[in-house]
């Protein structure tokens, strides 16, 4: 199968570069040699999108993000386009070399052997993709497709700030923590206009809001356990009204196990469909990147990405 492996030395605070060696050996363990010309090195943000564009176009089936989630999802967005794939029969995979790798976390090839050997292998598993249609930053519409999660709120709001604080991002997951705990002694719950599915719309002061398709996410968050990440769903959970203390003592030190769910402010449902909107500014994140804010939509699209495992679905 005509691979191209799409490398972001810049992943994981630049440990994904420089690593880089050691990842490609052990890929060539299970694969052969890989020619220098079937990788592809990204330059910039949203690089990768390009390049999956490019690598199909040139008759490439199977591509192989070496970096983190982010990675992976921009290396997506580049093989679907009108909310379908741009050539059937594509296989996708994750060499894990980011801070977070929840696709290859939750399929149990979170090591760098495991990986590689779900991509020779030739089993895949099914995953959903959804759309999200937000106000960009700029005023302009964006749309991004993503395969992780959708959240808005406080937590769109601790990624943002993560993100974009050169010294925190330097810190990795550190950065989070203490992102964590500053919004949850500054953030106020907000009111939302949601619609869910058919339903008709409600009017919610939530924290934030959270729309799942993996049970884990980010750093050894575990934000839906028990998610499927092939069932056409998407798990949605709604964090309400909440002062700043319950939410650093009751929320933030839970979210690593699941046990967050518990509590009485909390609901979890199922939706493949959702529209939300605030009269206040409210930021969206999908898959770990901020991409803008509300009103957002999102949708679970009517078909399934192929990815790598080392086991397919009927083995696992």
């Not at 386009?81 to 090839?109: C, H, K, M, W, Y």
């Not at 909440?242 to 609901?267: C, F």
């Amino acid at each position: 199968m005509k691979t191209r492996i799409i490398v972001n030395p810049m992943a994981n605070k630049g440990g994904c570069g420089k690593r880089w060696p050691q990842l490609r050996a052990e890929l060539e363990k299970h694969l052969g040699p890989v020619d220098d010309d079937h990788i592809a090195m990204t330059r910039a943000p949203n690089h990768a999108t390009t390049l999956a564009q490019e690598a199909v176009d040139a008759g490439c089936r199977r591509l192989v993000s070496v970096g983190g989630d982010g990675t992976f999802s921009e290396m997506m967005n580049g093989v679907i386009s009108d909310d379908r794939p741009i050539s059937p029969g594509l296989v996708l995979a994750q060499l894990p070399g980011g801070t977070s790798n929840e696709l290859s976390r939750s399929f149990g090839q979170l090591s760098l052997g495991e990986a590689c050997k779900a991509i020779a292998m030739g089993h895949t598993r099914d995953i959903d993709v959804f759309r999200a249609d937000a106000r960009g930053y700029a005023g302009d519409q964006v749309t991004r497709y993503g395969f992780v999660l959708a959240i808005v709120g406080a937590a769109a709001t601790i990624s943002w700030r993560a993100q974009r604080v050169p010294l925190l991002k330097r810190l990795g997951p550190i950065s989070y923590v203490l992102m964590t705990a500053f919004t949850s002694l500054t953030y106020s719950p907000r009111n939302y206009r949601i619609r869910i599915d058919d339903e008709a719309e409600q009017n919610l002061p939530m924290w934030s809001l959270m729309l799942c398709s993996f049970d884990g996410a980010g750093e050894g968050l575990m934000l839906a356990p028990g998610a499927d990440p092939g069932d056409h769903k998407l798990d949605l959970i709604l964090v309400g009204d909440m002062g700043r203390w319950e939410s650093l003592t009751k929320i933030v030190p839970n979210l690593g196990d699941g046990s967050y769910l518990a509590h009485p402010k909390v609901s979890r449902r199922h939706a493949t469909r959702i529209t939300i909107d605030s009269d206040r500014m409210v930021r969206a994140d999908v898959d770990g990147e901020s991409i803008g804010q509300l009103p957002m939509s999102v949708t679970v699209l009517p078909f399934h990405l192929k990815v790598a495992a080392v086991r397919a679905i009927n083995e696992a």
